[in-house]
């Protein structure tokens, strides 16, 4: 039973994680300017590779696959 709730939480945290990279991917679209790190495509990548790996890891856990 903990691990189908880890599961759900670990899913949660990849909608949040979904949810601010889209975020700042909009507002850097709308307010970046040449100041704008060079750095940002690198953290919004890293950040929804986060988020597919933290799905897959929950959905995982509540079909217990692992």
Sequence with gaps: MAEQIT???LILISF???YSVRGV???SKRHG???TSHF???ALWSGIVFGVAML???IALIF???
């Design 56 to 58: 897959g890891i929950g």
């Design 25 to 27: 991917f909009l507002n």
């Design 64 to 66: 217990k696959q692992i």
């Design 7 to 9: 599961g759900v939480v």
């Design 16 to 18: 949040w994680e979904f």
């Design 40 to 42: 940002l495509p690198a």
């Design 33 to 35: 300017t040449k100041s």
